[in-house]
């Protein structure tokens, strides 16, 4: 059963950077799709980021300009590098990932969340 390890949440000051991991837990075909998300406490989850296999890349606009989603095929992992963070940019933030293992089955996968503080 794949499952989605993320790694790289932490305490960041306000204006810093931190880079999220979300690596699939055992060889895979490849990642379709993928998309960070977060949740914030007594709030709804919310998108940051969505990146297909050809690259394209959306993101939210409170995130544009500061934050950067890519996968790497060779490693099967999804990377959320954020700058400039805010206060409010602190969350438990989740990857997504529509995955075609290597048996052929195409399956969508959630990591098990991240926390992220950004504060002085």
């Known amino acids: 059963q794949v499952q989605l390890v993320e790694s790289g949440g932490g305490l960041a000051q306000p204006g810093g950077s931190l880079r999220l991991s979300c690596a699939a837990s055992?060889?895979?075909?490849?990642?379709?799709?993928a998309g960070w998300y977060r949740q914030a406490p007594e709030k709804e989850r919310e998108l940051v980021a969505t990146?297909?296999?050809?690259?394209?890349?959306n993101y939210a606009d409170f995130v544009k300009g500061r934050f950067t989603i890519s996968i790497d095929n060779a490693e099967d992992t999804v990377y959320l590098q954020m700058h400039n963070l805010k206060p409010e940019d602190t969350a438990v933030y989740y990857c997504n990932a529509l995955i075609t293992t290597i048996g052929g089955l195409r399956r969508d996968y959630w990591g098990q969340g991240t926390q992220v503080t950004v504060s002085s």
């Open positions: 990146i297909t296999s050809g690259s394209r890349k």
């Open positions: 055992e060889t895979i075909f490849s990642i379709n799709t």
